[in-house]
């Protein structure tokens, strides 16, 4: 029996936050926003029709206290909780007291978040299922002689990776052995700082891969679909910056086997609820499983738009108990879309993050453009999350479309205040390669050139040298750029019949 | 007719160098002449606006329009246009050639502190005072955003001086250690 959610705490930030708060106003659900101290005016807290005070800035006082989210919870009376992406969305521990507390968790049961948390065990549990996964560890390395033993074996180039990891963090490449120990390390010490948990495990690294993963929607009752893929191989820091779908090497056949592979995986775990089934595709076409996200992905939209399909309202439907309203044969792939992550990162300096306040900010719009964004002008990117500003994303009939509609958004997009993403997205929109279709995840380190960036504005440049001396001069002695009449500003019009005698004197 | 004005009233045409992402263009500019202006020697028409936000400046410039958002910063200005970020030095021709003239007497480098290009939270010190260390080598890893970064040497050379300590929070631009440079020609 279906149970109506009537109210709901999104238990994030940011733009995501945002975005669920927006299908709930849609679905004339009530939204409670939780806060901590730097956004009280953010753009969450300002949209929802409730918000909460949770804490100070870091997240692990605010946005990651699971006692405070249920207090508030309680305190705000909601049915349900969504957690978003980050945060405390893929904490099994969290998923269970909000179900302990009588709520319903708008995402997959605590034990399936538990199993695919865990690199290792969903390895394991893949593996068992007859999905195909990497070569390497199948469980945590503690020592240094395993360590070196397993590389050896399975051969480097190999990958580290925390076990409990994602979006990149604890995540190094390892070329030789001499700097297998020391980047260990690293990662552990960075795993134990993001996740709390300082396992990590090898695998091989593959050549060339690709990065696709499908969109799957598995409800209570037992029917699990799959919403078509996403490739998302232009990464950097190992971290998704732009994401597509459809993808250009997915014929339908592969579309077919790789879907029902990730059925299969979700099946396996006892997954309900949108999740991501992610698989490395190697230049013959092999296809590895990598890992299952048990949350609704950042680059989420680009299945929305390219299906037409709410995927919030979904997973919010499904979590009231609802039987899924489609059927495999029923999801459309409509067009081409695409998205890129504006981040407040500065590219020449190898994608550092560039905090400060946005001072301007006017995004594109237009024809098949969408805008997911929690931040306005006056907002601040802080130390203490992540830098993601937006996501930027087009649809368009055919994916030549969308990369011309994409170049064009980007130009449109003006923010100052911070640097950002926007030049290198533009680069790589403009990439021979990346147009032709033919790139893999290493595409941003053997394509990518900071010199490129500063060549490509070229032909602007004279023009900007004019109106930049324009603009030092007159703001340094007038304080604005039109001191003369056009301005507006008042001024004697004895002084504009002067000027003008002197004028017609000179030009005679 | 204005190459007339321009070249009567020498005193009032002033001559500067707008530097942008390392190449020079040469722009003249007649205070008294309210729309007209020399880019490298060629005469050209402009209309300059601004919006509600004074960063925000439409220029028409011989009637192509160009839109671009422009702030001052400690290097001169930022510019951004077209999904393009500019990096813009703006420098009179005196300035300029005072410069070079001090230049040619000796420029020092003594560019041996290591400072935070971002804020964020000292992790762990690599090297201690007085350890040689080699160009690329790892000195000290600070994280901010939840991600590690090792804080790489950019000379051979002598830690001086460490001017941090671990677990402390560093602002941008904060001194982090000093080294001292290798003289040029030694070991290597």
Redesign the interface.
């Known amino acids: 029996m279906p149970k109506r959610i009537k109210k709901v705490l999104v238990a994030n930030r940011a733009e995501i936050a945002v975005r669920v708060i927006r299908a709930l106003r849609e679905l004339g659900i009530t939204s409670v926003a939780v806060y901590s101290d730097v956004d009280r005016v953010a753009l969450h807290t300002r949209l929802a029709d409730e918000a909460y005070h949770i804490g100070p800035p870091p997240a692990i006082e605010s946005y990651l206290r699971i006692d405070k989210i249920l207090e508030v919870a309680r305190k705000s009376r909601v049915d349900a909780i969504h957690p978003g992406y980050g945060f405390l969305a893929e904490n099994p521990e969290f998923a269970r007291q909000v179900e302990d507390a009588g709520l319903i968790f708008i995402g997959p049961p605590a034990d399936a978040i538990e199993a695919m948390g865990s690199k290792t065990r969903a390895r394991q549990m893949m593996k068992a299922a007859g999905l195909q996964v990497i070569p390497g560890a199948m469980e945590g390395i503690t020592d240094d002689k395993t360590a070196l033993d397993m590389a050896k074996q399975i051969g480097y180039p190999v990958l580290i990776k925390a076990a409990l990891g994602g979006g990149g963090k604890g995540m190094r490449v390892v070329t030789e052995p001499k700097d297998l120990i020391h980047d260990m390390d690293a990662s552990r010490r960075e795993s134990k700082s993001a996740f709390g948990d300082e396992t990590v495990y090898l695998e091989k690294y593959l050549e060339h891969p690709r990065h696709i993963e499908f969109q799957i929607l598995a409800d209570n009752h037992g029917n699990v679909i799959h919403l078509n893929e996403r490739e998302c191989s232009i990464q950097r820091r190992h971290q998704k910056v732009i994401e597509e779908a459809p993808s250009v090497i997915v014929t339908p056949e592969i579309r077919q086997k790789m879907g029902e592979a990730a059925k299969q995986a979700a099946q396996a775990c006892g997954y309900r609820n949108a999740g991501t089934v992610e698989f490395l595709v190697d230049k013959h076409r092999n296809y590895y499983f990598l890992e299952m996200n048990t949350r609704l992905q950042v680059e989420h939209p680009v299945t929305e738009l390219t299906t037409g399909i709410d995927l919030v309202k979904e997973q919010i439907a499904i979590a009231e108990g609802r039987r899924l309203r489609f059927k495999q044969d029923e999801i459309p792939l409509r067009g081409h879309a695409i998205e890129c992550r504006i981040y407040a990162e500065d590219v020449l300096a190898g994608f550092l993050p560039s905090t400060g306040r946005i001072t301007y900010l006017n995004p594109p719009d237009g024809p098949g453009i969408r805008e997911d964004t929690g931040i306005n002008e006056g907002g601040e990117i802080t130390i203490h999350y992540d830098p993601m500003i937006s996501k930027l994303l087009v649809w368009g009939s055919d994916r030549h479309e969308a990369i011309d509609r994409m170049i064009r958004a980007l130009k449109e997009y003006h923010l100052t205040g911070v640097k950002t993403t926007i030049p290198f997205c533009l680069a790589v929109m403009e990439n021979e390669q990346f147009q032709k279709g033919e790139f893999d995840t290493r595409f941003v380190d053997q394509e990518f050139h900071g010199t490129y960036l500063e060549e490509t504005g070229r032909q602007l440049e004279p023009t900007i040298a004019v109106g930049a001396l324009l603009y030092h001069l007159r703001m340094s002695q007038h304080g604005k750029l039109t001191p003369h009449p056009e301005s507006g500003a008042p001024i004697s019009p004895w002084k504009i019949h002067g000027r003008r005698l002197n004028l017609d004197r000179l030009s005679t | 007719?204005l190459r007339g004005?321009l070249s009567r009233q020498h005193d009032e045409i002033m001559k500067?160098t707008?530097t942008?992402?390392?190449?020079d263009?040469d722009?003249e500019?007649d205070e008294?002449s309210?729309s007209k202006?020399l880019?490298?020697g060629k005469e050209?028409t402009?209309d300059?606006?601004?919006g509600i936000?004074?960063?925000?400046?439409s220029?028409l410039?011989d009637n192509?329009s160009?839109?671009?958002?422009?702030?001052k910063n400690e290097e001169g200005?930022?510019?951004?246009?077209?999904?393009?970020?500019?990096n813009?030095a703006?420098e009179d021709a005196r300035t300029r050639q005072l410069r070079s003239l001090l230049k040619a007497g000796g420029d020092k480098n003594v560019a041996g502190s290591i400072r935070a290009?971002?804020?964020?939270m000292v992790?762990?010190i690599l090297v201690q005072p007085g350890d040689q260390v080699r160009k690329g080598q790892g000195l000290l890893?600070v994280?901010?955003?939840?991600?590690?970064?090792?804080i790489k040497s950019p000379m051979n050379g002598m830690v001086k001086q460490i001017r941090i300590t671990p677990q402390k929070a560093v602002e941008?631009g904060e001194m982090l250690l000093i080294l001292e440079p290798e003289a040029s020609g030694e070991r290597e």
């Open positions: 007719m004005v500067y707008i942008i992402n390392g190449r263009y722009v500019y008294s309210p202006i880019l490298s050209m402009f300059i606006r601004q936000h004074p960063q925000n400046v220029l410039l192509q160009l839109m671009f958002w422009i702030e200005y930022h510019a951004h246009c077209q999904g393009r970020d500019f813009i703006v290009s971002m804020p964020g992790v762990r890893i994280e901010a955003m939840k991600m590690e970064n090792e941008k």
